[in-house]
C-alpha cells in the first residue's frame, strides 16, 4: 500500500466494506473500480491516492461481487447494480455530501449510475474507459484481447498475469506484488463462488430480463440528460474496451468531455497515475465543464 494511504472496514448497510482513504479535510472524492478479477479500490486506485489526497479526502472502496477484502458471502441477485446499492449505503454511513466521483470500467457505470439517482449529491463525475457505459448506451461491444484474458482466469498467478497484461500497457507497472495481491484477493475463501454469482446478476440485469434491462442497466434515456459537468479519458493503446467505442460513445454523449490518452491503457490511472491525477485535479477545480 502507498506512502499516505490507510486501510479502513466499515458496515455500510449491510455490507462489511473494506476501503482505502487518504487525506484529511479536502472535499470526498470516491473511487469505483473496475470488474475484473482481483480488482479494488487499491489495485486500481491505490495509485492515485496519495497524488490527489492534498487537495481531497479520497475514497476507494471494495465492491461487493467478492472484490478485495469486502465480505465475499454477500448475496448480488442483481449483480452490477447491487455496487450501486452498496455506494449509496457507504456514502450515507460516512455522511458524505458534495461528491467528486470517479469510475474506471465497470466501476464507472457504477458511478454514472449512482449520480443519475442521487444528482443532489454530486458535484462532478470523472470515467475512465468503460465499455459498460457504452453497452448501457446501445454500443456492441467488440471481442478483445482483454475480454478473452478476463474469461480465461483459472486462479493462477500466470492467468492473472495475462490478465494484467492487457489492461495495462505499461508492462512495468505489473509487479509481482500487484500479481500477487489480485490474485490473492480473488481466490480468497468464497471469493471465486460469489464472482460467478456476481457475474449472473449482472448479466441478467445487463442482457437476460427485459423487464430488468430497461430499468437498471440501459442509460440511453438518463446519462445524456443528466444536469452535471463529466468528463471520460480513454487510453490509446486499450486492449479490452476498444478506443473505437469510446469514440462512438463521444457522438452519443454531448454534454460529456472526452480525452484519448496517448500510450495507456484499460487502466489509465495505472499506466500514468500523474497524468490522470493532474487531469482530475484540473477538471474537478474548473468552473463549470
Same mark, same amino acid.
Given at each position: 500500500?502507498?506512502?499516505?494511504?490507510?486501510?479502513?472496514?466499515?458496515?455500510?448497510?449491510? *455490507?462489511?466494506?473494506? =476501503?482505502?482513504?487518504?487525506? @484529511? +479535510? !479536502?472535499?470526498?472524492? &470516491? %473511487?469505483?473500480?473496475?470488474?475484473?478479477?482481483?480488482?479494488? !479500490?487499491?489495485? !486500481? %486506485?491505490?495509485?492515485?491516492?496519495?497524488?490527489?489526497?492534498?487537495?481531497?479526502?479520497?475514497?476507494?472502496?471494495?465492491?461487493?461481487?467478492?472484490?478485495?477484502?469486502?465480505?465475499?458471502?454477500?448475496?448480488?441477485?442483481?449483480?452490477?447494480?447491487?455496487?450501486?446499492?452498496?455506494?449509496?449505503?457507504?456514502?450515507?454511513?460516512?455522511?458524505?455530501?458534495?461528491?467528486?466521483?470517479?469510475?474506471?470500467?465497470?466501476?464507472?457505470?457504477? $458511478?454514472? #449510475?449512482?449520480?443519475?439517482?442521487?444528482?443532489? #449529491?454530486? #458535484?462532478?463525475?470523472?470515467? &475512465?474507459?468503460?465499455?459498460? &457505459?457504452?453497452?448501457?448506451?446501445?454500443?456492441?461491444?467488440?471481442?478483445?484481447?482483454?475480454?478473452? $484474458?478476463?474469461? $480465461? =482466469?483459472?486462479?493462477?498467478?500466470?492467468?492473472?498475469?495475462?490478465?494484467?497484461?492487457?489492461?495495462?500497457?505499461?508492462?512495468?507497472?505489473?509487479?509481482? @506484488?500487484? *500479481?500477487?495481491?489480485?490474485?490473492?484477493?480473488?481466490?480468497?475463501?468464497? $471469493?471465486?463462488?460469489?464472482?460467478?454469482?456476481?457475474?449472473?446478476?449482472?448479466?441478467?440485469?445487463?442482457? +437476460?430480463?427485459? *423487464?430488468?434491462?430497461?430499468?437498471? %442497466?440501459?442509460?440511453?434515456?438518463?446519462?445524456?440528460?443528466?444536469?452535471?459537468?463529466?468528463?471520460? &479519458?480513454?487510453?490509446?493503446?486499450?486492449?479490452?474496451?476498444?478506443? @473505437?467505442?469510446?469514440?462512438?460513445?463521444?457522438?452519443?454523449?454531448?454534454?460529456? *468531455?472526452?480525452? %484519448?490518452?496517448?500510450?495507456?491503457?484499460?487502466?489509465?490511472?495505472? +499506466? @500514468?497515475?500523474?497524468?490522470?491525477?493532474?487531469?482530475?485535479?484540473?477538471?474537478?477545480?474548473? +468552473?463549470?465543464?
Amino acid at each position: 500500500m502507498e506512502a499516505g494511504v490507510r486501510s479502513r472496514f466499515v458496515m455500510a448497510g449491510r *455490507v462489511k466494506t473494506h =476501503y482505502i482513504e487518504a487525506g @484529511q +479535510d !479536502g472535499p470526498p472524492l &470516491i %473511487f469505483c473500480h473496475g470488474g475484473g478479477a482481483g480488482a479494488s !479500490g487499491d489495485a !486500481g %486506485f491505490g495509485r492515485m491516492a496519495p497524488l490527489l489526497a492534498p487537495k481531497f479526502t479520497v475514497y476507494a472502496l471494495d465492491s461487493v461481487g467478492g472484490y478485495g477484502e469486502t465480505d465475499a458471502t454477500f448475496p448480488t441477485p442483481e449483480g452490477i447494480q447491487d455496487r450501486v446499492t452498496q455506494l449509496e449505503w457507504f456514502v450515507d454511513t460516512l455522511c458524505l455530501d458534495g461528491l467528486y466521483l470517479t469510475g474506471n470500467s465497470q466501476g464507472a457505470w457504477v $458511478a454514472a #449510475k449512482y449520480a443519475i439517482q442521487h444528482p443532489e #449529491k454530486v #458535484k462532478k463525475l470523472f470515467f &475512465i474507459a468503460s465499455g459498460t &457505459i457504452g453497452v448501457a448506451m446501445g454500443i456492441n461491444m467488440p471481442e478483445t484481447e482483454g475480454m478473452r $484474458a478476463l474469461r $480465461a =482466469y483459472d486462479g493462477t498467478p500466470q492467468a492473472m498475469r495475462r490478465l494484467l497484461d492487457n489492461i495495462i500497457y505499461d508492462h512495468s507497472k505489473i509487479t509481482d @506484488q500487484l *500479481v500477487e495481491v489480485r490474485n490473492k484477493a480473488a481466490t480468497r475463501p468464497g $471469493a471465486r463462488e460469489t464472482a460467478r454469482l456476481f457475474q449472473e446478476g449482472t448479466m441478467r440485469v445487463m442482457r +437476460d430480463d427485459p *423487464v430488468l434491462r430497461p430499468m437498471k %442497466f440501459e442509460m440511453t434515456w438518463t446519462l445524456p440528460h443528466l444536469n452535471l459537468p463529466i468528463k471520460c &479519458i480513454w487510453g490509446e493503446e486499450d486492449k479490452f474496451a476498444d478506443p @473505437q467505442m469510446g469514440r462512438e460513445l463521444q457522438k452519443l454523449l454531448p454534454n460529456v *468531455v472526452f480525452e %484519448f490518452i496517448p500510450k495507456a491503457g484499460h487502466q489509465a490511472q495505472t +499506466d @500514468q497515475p500523474e497524468t490522470v491525477a493532474r487531469l482530475m485535479t484540473e477538471f474537478w477545480e474548473s +468552473d463549470g465543464r
